[in-house]
């Protein structure tokens, strides 16, 4: 069975609360949807805005290999002819070798929204099908709240279609507009649907029961042709059916090819990249494509996936271009750890006494705030540092942080100064001003050490997060510390838990140095 994937992130995609891309923002969505070989790319609503026109102008640029891109609109305005109507004549105008229309399915939905007879919204959808057949290359229909209608009044949904089959729609769209149809009830509609209509098939189902996927692979199943959806489920209310889901269910569960392997293996770069252009957080728990969908923690499941990783994943990561990775903190066996080691390249046996002293370590540190999770440079100090292996570099003899403001409406200034013992046992002493009293701690401990380990001068902080672990207790409580640094080569985290933020600061400071010294192998 043929399956064709039609991608709306650029039009219902947008439609989503606090997404708004720009024509550039577009172009580059299309472009990665080409690449990865979406088969259609529902481009924007021409009759809508200036954006979606100027986009349809600039794509043809663009030179798809694979992706056609399609024109989105609606039926004719009941008091307009089609050649009057300024939204049919834009999808004309944007040239699109594909145009894509919803009209209504619903009979309340006729003679509520659009206020006309249900004779006559029959008549809209026929004979604005039949003008853009005339005018168009592939022209769809979308069958606006089909399941919905359906159950209202199924003779009269049928209707809608046999009119959308008559005006010529190459595929006729079911769409779960509003999304509460549930998978059992979407399968037994379908089959009747297929007792009237001939033309190809399509789905178009929405998030609000979370079900859209589900209801998309339903549909496949009782043989529709066309699936629209959107990457990472973006689009109006709670989204659309999600493409970064039912692309690999398709091609690995229910073995259609609508995707090359190759193209599979860009899934998680593609939701990625379509992320952080709607400029969107993480989605650490997203199906596929998220930062833990491969990730084990507890203990029994590394062991197990250490033997097979078939034991704790339905498919290997590699497929979809995501990686597994194992999590290490209070919920760890000796397994967790010695993936770390193996992952690390270190030479060390799993029965060796300092893996099972750095489980318990860990464990007492995570019983007091730490967390290993995020900071797996400082685990792997712990881990060095129980063998033996991890040289002192420097003893820290003190420090101390002032953040004082002068006057009134004036601006705080921070100032630290360290006192510490370098490698050749001297103590010294330096003080350094900062954009608050960590900067200042951060500028004060590198000015000291910077002399005996020029090779720092490469580390940069690149995130800052805090966060207070027990709430109830008020400015008594424990805060923990994470740090991100980078050298330009290599990203590391280090973690530092305390009452006191500035020690907890210096702690995960501390670790971010040392780590850098012992990576480079001083
Ligand atoms: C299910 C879906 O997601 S469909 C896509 C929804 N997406 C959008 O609405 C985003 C783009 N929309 C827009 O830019 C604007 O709404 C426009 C340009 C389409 C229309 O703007 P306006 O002319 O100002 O109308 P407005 O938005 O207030 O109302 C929509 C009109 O379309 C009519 N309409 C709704 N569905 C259809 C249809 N399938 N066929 C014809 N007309 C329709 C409504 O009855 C209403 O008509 P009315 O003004 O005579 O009451
Ligand atoms: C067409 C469309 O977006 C819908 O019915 O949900």
């Given at each position: 069975?043929?399956?064709?994937?039609?991608?709306?992130?650029?039009?219902?995609?947008?439609?989503?609360?606090?997404?708004?891309?720009?024509?550039?923002?577009?172009?580059?969505?299309?472009?990665?949807?080409?690449?990865?070989?979406?088969?259609?790319?529902?481009?924007?609503?021409?009759?809508?805005?200036?954006?979606?026109?100027e986009?349809?102008?600039?794509?043809?640029?663009?030179?798809?290999?694979?992706?056609?891109?399609?024109?989105?609109?609606?039926?004719?305005?009941?008091?307009?002819?089609?050649?009057?109507?300024?939204?049919?004549?834009?999808?004309?105008?944007?040239?699109?070798?594909?145009?894509?229309?919803?009209?209504?399915?619903?009979?309340?939905?006729?003679?509520?929204?659009?206020?006309?007879?249900?004779?006559?919204?029959?008549?809209?959808i026929?004979?604005?099908?039949?003008?853009?057949?005339?005018?168009?290359?592939?022209?769809?229909?979308?069958?606006?709240?089909?399941?919905?209608?359906?159950?209202?009044?199924?003779?009269?949904?049928?209707?809608?279609?046999?009119?959308?089959?008559?005006?010529?729609?190459?595929?006729?769209?079911?769409c779960?507009?509003?999304?509460?149809?549930?998978p059992?009830?979407?399968?037994?509609?379908?089959?009747?649907?297929?007792?009237?209509?001939?033309?190809?098939?399509?789905?178009?189902?929405?998030?609000?029961?979370?079900?859209?996927?589900?209801?998309?692979?339903?549909?496949?199943?009782?043989?529709?042709?066309?699936?629209?959806?959107?990457i990472?489920?973006?689009?109006?209310?709670?989204?659309?059916?999600?493409?970064?889901?039912?692309?690999p269910?398709?091609?690995?569960?229910?073995?259609?090819?609508?995707?090359?392997?190759?193209?599979?293996r860009?899934?998680?770069?593609?939701?990625?990249?379509?992320?952080?252009?709607?400029?969107?957080?993480?989605?650490?728990?997203?199906?596929?494509t998220?930062?833990?969908?491969?990730?084990?923690?507890?203990?029994?499941?590394?062991?197990?996936?250490?033997?097979?990783?078939?034991?704790?994943?339905?498919?290997?990561?590699?497929?979809?271009?995501?990686?597994?990775r194992?999590?290490?903190?209070?919920?760890?066996?000796?397994?967790?750890?010695?993936?770390?080691?193996?992952?690390?390249?270190?030479?060390?046996?799993?029965?060796?006494?300092?893996v099972?002293?750095?489980?318990?370590?860990?464990?007492?540190?995570?019983?007091?705030?730490?967390?290993?999770?995020?900071?797996?440079?400082?685990?792997?100090?712990?881990?060095?540092?129980?063998?033996?292996?991890?040289?002192?570099?420097f003893?820290?003899?003190?420090?101390?942080?002032?953040?004082?403001?002068?006057?009134?409406?004036?601006?705080?200034?921070?100032?630290?100064?360290?006192?510490?013992?370098?490698?050749?046992?001297?103590?010294?002493?330096?003080?350094?001003?900062?954009?608050?009293?960590?900067?200042?701690?951060?500028?004060?401990?590198?000015?000291?050490?910077?002399?005996?380990?020029?090779?720092?001068?490469?580390?940069?902080?690149v995130?800052?997060?805090?966060?207070?672990?027990?709430?109830t207790?008020?400015?008594?409580?424990?805060?923990?510390?994470?740090?991100?640094?980078?050298?330009?080569?290599?990203?590391?985290?280090?973690?530092?838990?305390?009452?006191?933020i500035?020690?907890?600061?210096?702690?995960?400071?501390?670790?971010?140095?040392?780590?850098?010294?012992?990576?480079?192998?001083?």
């Amino acid at each position: 069975m043929d399956v064709k994937l039609y991608d709306t992130t650029l039009r219902d995609g947008t439609q989503s609360e606090d997404i708004s891309f720009t024509v550039e923002d577009k172009l580059h969505v299309a472009q990665l949807l080409d690449d990865f070989g979406i088969h259609y790319i529902e481009g924007g609503w021409p009759g809508s805005n200036p954006k979606d026109i100027e986009f349809f102008h600039a794509v043809k640029k663009l030179n798809l290999k694979n992706a056609r891109i399609s024109a989105f609109g609606s039926t004719r305005r009941a008091k307009l002819t089609c050649e009057e109507d300024p939204n049919i004549q834009a999808l004309l105008e944007s040239q699109a070798p594909v145009a894509c229309i919803f009209g209504k399915t619903w009979d309340f939905h006729v003679t509520t929204a659009l206020q006309i007879s249900l004779e006559q919204n029959l008549e809209i959808i026929e004979d604005s099908l039949a003008y853009l057949k005339k005018n168009v290359e592939e022209v769809f229909y979308d069958a606006e709240h089909f399941f919905d209608g359906y159950k209202a009044n199924p003779e009269y949904a049928i209707k809608t279609l046999l009119a959308a089959q008559r005006g010529g729609a190459e595929t006729i769209v079911l769409c779960d507009t509003n999304g509460g149809t549930l998978p059992f009830e979407l399968g037994a509609i379908i089959e009747e649907v297929k007792k009237h209509i001939s033309v190809p098939l399509g789905i178009h189902c929405h998030n609000d029961s979370e079900l859209a996927v589900a209801n998309s692979i339903t549909a496949v199943k009782h043989g529709i042709t066309q699936v629209q959806g959107t990457i990472n489920g973006f689009g109006e209310r709670c989204g659309n059916a999600n493409l970064i889901s039912i692309i690999p269910n398709l091609k690995l569960k229910m073995g259609l090819d609508c995707v090359s392997d190759q193209g599979l293996r860009k899934l998680n770069h593609l939701s990625h990249s379509v992320r952080e252009l709607a400029n969107l957080g993480e989605w650490k728990n997203q199906p596929y494509t998220g930062k833990s969908a491969f990730a084990h923690k507890g203990g029994i499941h590394v062991s197990a996936i250490l033997k097979n990783p078939e034991t704790y994943e339905h498919i290997a990561p590699e497929v979809v271009g995501n990686k597994r990775r194992v999590l290490v903190s209070d919920l760890s066996g000796r397994s967790n750890i010695q993936y770390k080691i193996e992952e690390m390249g270190l030479d060390i046996d799993m029965n060796d006494p300092s893996v099972q002293e750095v489980v318990q370590k860990i464990k007492d540190l995570e019983n007091q705030g730490y967390a290993y999770e995020g900071a797996e440079a400082s685990m792997e100090l712990l881990l060095q540092k129980s063998r033996g292996n991890l040289p002192e570099y420097f003893k820290l003899r003190g420090y101390r942080v002032v953040d004082e403001r002068r006057e009134q409406d004036a601006e705080p200034i921070s100032e630290a100064t360290v006192r510490l013992e370098a490698p050749n046992n001297e103590v010294y002493h330096t003080a350094a001003m900062g954009d608050g009293p960590v900067d200042a701690l951060n500028s004060a401990l590198r000015k000291a050490l910077i002399q005996f380990y020029p090779i720092l001068d490469e580390v940069t902080l690149v995130d800052y997060k805090v966060r207070i672990l027990n709430t109830t207790v008020g400015t008594k409580a424990k805060t923990r510390v994470l740090i991100e640094s980078t050298d330009g080569k290599s990203t590391w985290s280090t973690v530092g838990v305390h009452c006191d933020i500035i020690r907890a600061s210096y702690l995960a400071l501390v670790d971010s140095i040392r780590y850098k010294l012992y990576k480079e192998k001083i």
